[in-house]
């Protein structure tokens, strides 16, 4: 196979980023948007000894399950990888992602059930962020593409609120009007990236500037003013860094209340510039919900370990007489105990601030010596480490609820928890499958419909 050369291949599988695979000439050809079935025209764009990249040049038999997809700048811009599939399609690609990582990395193979769809397949974010570079004389408004810092330019984006043209056009304006700058590495600039979170339909926004000389505030107000017909609070933010952080330390209100209420599920709370929530608040409410109800009832202590701001402690907290949560960062911390008082609960929760790693070992031996134990688990993507594993394999709680943005690292972590995977030497090696748990369900739920993300929910029960 030779790089630059075009080739006709049948997509045998679908790879974890959506991406059509074809064996071909003893290698495995990776095409981003084809799909299983589907005959295809491409060129080799790379090739190296076992595997080769490539690009559709033409769909000679398309798939039943392709569709348009609704987004113009959808084959550059790297947010979304399924939009050319059909919605209904997609929940499949996601349950058979999750079945296999299962297999792939942790040797288990346990039905999963059907992938709980999001009532809105577009439209569905509440959280909009959008990065402003400056290139060739231009300033670009928009989302990188794939794999790089490259600002693709938007107008509108159809997963994002309907607000989000708005909010372009706005930033396009006030960028001309007052001769501004977007970030270029190694240059000066004014500013580089745009957030905006919508809560209870009032949306934060944050502007992050290079730093704090003055850019004509008011214009911007007025422009805002002049294209948003809703409520919004507006930040300023100082960045000065050459790192991918997005936010420098201080933010600073311009206009509005610093956090808007709202509620979810009969849980007040508010909301600020930097406190995590779920993307999606329709299927935030599914997963909730479900978590909350394969957690027993009449438990005398819930541990809700990588708690963020609280919400589904103050949730897990109504099964149970006492809850816990552990979360690592501070305003989230604040918050979650800002949440419990705003709801009564505060006598009930405790919101430990600090590692996992760190508070669970103690935390568990002791509630386990009072009385009933159920854990839930909600880590980022590298998922738990192994002394929370371990603590919880001493400890042996009865349930363990596993909440995971990321399929590989949840099969990995539930593999050393049911023993089909064990630690020799420090190294993750095959086991005898007798290990502490077993599995009693296992669900998907799409909380990011047209991209490759999944969430999962792996329920656990001490055997
Ligand atoms: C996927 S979020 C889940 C948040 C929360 N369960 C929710 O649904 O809103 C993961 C959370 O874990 C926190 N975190 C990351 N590493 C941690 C660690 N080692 N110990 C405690 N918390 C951690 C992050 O700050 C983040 O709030």
Redo the contacts with the bound molecule.
């Keep these: 196979m030779q790089k630059n050369f075009e080739y006709i291949g049948v997509v045998e599988d679908v790879g974890i980023n959506g991406e059509g695979i074809i064996k071909q000439d003893g290698l495995v050809v990776f095409v981003p948007f084809s799909y299983l079935g589907e005959k295809i025209k491409y060129k080799v764009l790379k090739t190296d000894k076992k595997f080769a990249y490539g690009k559709v040049i033409e769909v000679l038999s398309p798939s039943s399950n392709r569709v348009k997809p609704i987004c113009d700048a959808y084959f550059k811009c790297g947010g979304c990888s399924l939009q050319h599939i059909s919605y209904k399609e997609q929940l499949v690609f996601k349950q058979n992602l999750v079945k296999n990582a299962f297999k792939k990395v942790a040797n288990i193979d346990f039905k999963v059930e059907c992938v709980e769809p999001s009532d809105n397949e577009f439209r569905y974010r509440n959280k909009l962020q959008l990065p402003i570079s400056y290139d060739k004389g231009e300033n670009h408004i928009g989302f990188y593409a794939q794999n790089s810092h490259r600002v693709i330019p938007i107008y509108d984006c159809p997963i994002n609120p309907v607000w989000t043209k708005n909010i372009i056009s706005v930033f396009h304006d006030y960028i001309k009007i007052n001769d501004l700058k977007g970030y270029s590495e190694g240059e000066n600039y004014d500013l580089r990236e745009v957030t905006v979170r919508e809560v209870n339909g009032k949306l934060i926004i944050v502007v992050v500037f290079k730093n704090k000389k003055d850019r004509n505030t008011q214009s911007l107000i007025d422009i805002l003013d002049s294209k948003l017909d809703c409520e919004y609070s507006l930040f300023f933010n100082y960045n000065d860094s050459t790192s991918n952080v997005i936010y420098g330390e201080e933010f600073r209100l311009v206009k509005g209340e610093p956090s808007y209420s709202s509620e979810l599920l009969g849980v007040k709370f508010k909301m600020g510039v930097l406190s995590?929530?779920?993307v999606n608040d329709n299927v935030c409410e599914k997963l909730y919900s479900y978590v909350v109800g394969k957690i027993s009832n009449d438990i005398d202590t819930v541990i809700?370990a990588?708690?963020?701001?609280g919400?589904?402690t103050a949730l897990l907290s109504k099964n149970a007489k006492r809850a816990y949560g552990?979360?690592?960062?501070k305003e989230?911390v604040d918050s979650a105990n800002a949440l419990a008082r705003f709801n009564g609960l505060d006598k009930k929760i405790s919101n430990l601030l600090g590692?996992?790693?760190e508070i669970m070992p103690d935390l568990i031996d002791k509630v386990s010596k009072e009385g009933s134990v159920s854990v839930v688990l909600?880590?980022?993507r590298k998922g738990c480490?192994k002394k929370v594993i371990d603590a919880l394999l001493k400890a042996r709680p009865n349930e363990i609820v596993y909440v995971s943005?990321m399929p590989s690292t949840l099969a990995r972590d539930v593999g050393l928890l049911t023993g089909t995977l064990t630690y020799e030497n420090e190294k993750i090696e095959k086991g005898n499958g007798e290990g502490e748990y077993e599995i009693k369900s296992i669900k998907p739920f799409d909380m990011f419909p047209q991209t490759k993300h999944v969430e999962t929910v792996c329920h656990l029960v001490r055997k």
């Design positions: 995590f929530m779920q809700d990588y708690s963020g701001a919400l589904m552990i979360e690592i960062i989230a590692k996992c790693e909600d880590p980022p480490d943005c």
